[in-house]
């Protein structure tokens, strides 16, 4: 039986999508005979796991930058009590694997900073929040991790071949595999015809659209990182689109916040999947999102750019992939997909999708299991 362990900076499924492929992936592994350990923080440990053994760790109140560099060394060492391999999920050091679900750090930092503002304002906003002591410290464990890569003491594993891109040319990396993250099959299925139409017109009642509006789907918890601000520039060049946005809830006003419909937090993704004509995720950085691969799983087309990792499985059957949030094609693929034949021919194409938790863990196991 293989020993693993996964040394995570959270594990809180609230807190985002790493979080939750964190969670499915330990559980995955433990399904296929594994052994696992969840070595995180005790403030962001989240919900019990069954079948995973959760070590928790006492961090304390620290500054954001000591608690990043306390836990960097603190996890591994730990696991390291019992023989096993380690995979380092996030910004973390002294693991074998390195598979980090932020993607890498440099390049989702420059797009935060960058995100929704002009040029000048981005570029300022990069030089400041390069001075704080934290991302001196996020850099420094990224520069460590790509050392230890280096030397021979560890591989990197990419979360997809846009993080492979950006390994490459920022920590002159070479990924040793790739091993994108993957969807619940049983939670995230195609919906009968029926049962599509059903939910269309219960998203449209508990949204008070009209019955028959196009209804884009926004899911995120960090809206500027993901390309809100693009999103509301289609939504102005499309009249009859209406935007359903889950997660953090937007400020719109005038006639085109009357077209921007908040739910909040929610806990039944799979029925905003299923009433939506499309999923709209102009994403500024993402690794490998998960709403994009729930979203396929589902059957719903996506439209979303090359900056998220998971567009490599939106192909043009399933969706359209802009070369940016500010590239013209996001408005156009999302008029393309305002027509009920067109949004109905990629929705058939995107139920194809098939990649479940179950072929992240074989991946990972492949890695850690000698040949």
């Known amino acids: 039986m293989s020993r693993i362990a996964l040394l995570a900076e959270s594990a809180d499924p609230a807190r985002g999508g790493a979080e939750r492929a964190i969670r499915a992936t330990a559980q995955a592994l433990v399904a296929l005979g594994a052994e696992v ?12 796991l069954p079948g995973v053994t959760v070590r ?3 961090t304390g109140p620290l500054p954001r930058a000591t608690r990043a560099r306390k836990l960097a060394y603190a996890l591994a060492e730990r696991a390291r009590e019992r023989p096993g391999t380690l995979i380092a999920c996030g910004k973390l050091l002294g693991a074998d694997l390195i598979w980090s679900h932020a993607g890498v ?3 989702a930092r420059d797009a ?7 040029a000048l304002h981005g570029s300022l906003a990069a030089a400041v929040r390069g001075l704080r002591p934290v991302e001196w410290t996020f850099a420094g464990i990224e520069r460590e991790q790509a050392r230890a890569c280096h030397e021979g003491g560890a591989r990197y594993v990419a979360l997809s071949e ?34 599509r139409r059903a939910a269309q017109a219960a998203l449209a009642a508990r949204v008070g659209a009209p019955p028959d509006a196009p209804l884009a789907l926004f899911a995120a918890t960090a809206p500027r990182l993901k390309g809100f601000d693009a ?3 289609v939504l102005a060049s499309l009249p009859e689109l209406q935007l359903v946005v889950a997660g953090s809830r937007p400020r719109v006003g005038g006639e085109l916040g009357a077209r921007v419909h908040g739910l909040g937090f929610v806990d039944d993704l799979p029925a905003l999947y299923h009433g939506a004509r ?11 999102s998960l709403v994009v691969l729930e979203a396929l799983a589902s059957g719903l087309a996506v439209v979303t750019t090359r900056a998220d990792g998971a567009s490599a499985f939106v192909t043009p059957e399933r969706g359209v992939v802009a070369a940016s949030a500010e590239d013209p094609e996001l408005a156009a693929g999302c008029a393309r997909l305002c027509d009920p034949a067109e949004a109905a021919r990629a929705q058939e194409a995107a139920a194809g999708f098939r990649r479940g938790w179950d072929d992240v863990a074989r991946e990972l196991l492949a890695l850690v299991q000698p040949a």
């Open 105 to 107: 750090h440099a390049r």
């Open 162 to 195: 846009r993080v492979a891109q950006d390994a490459r040319e920022a920590l002159g990396l070479e990924p040793s595999a790739v091993v994108p993250n993957g969807v619940d099959a049983a939670r995230f299925a195609p919906p009968t015809a029926a049962a």
């Open 278 to 288: 499309f999923l709209l995720h102009p994403s500024r950085y993402d690794p490998c």
């Open 56 to 58: 928790a760790f006492e």
């Open 37 to 48: 350990e969840l070595h995180v923080p005790r403030d962001r440990a989240g919900p019990e």
């Open 112 to 118: 935060q900073s960058r995100a929704g503002r002009s």
């Open 231 to 233: 999103a509301l520039g």
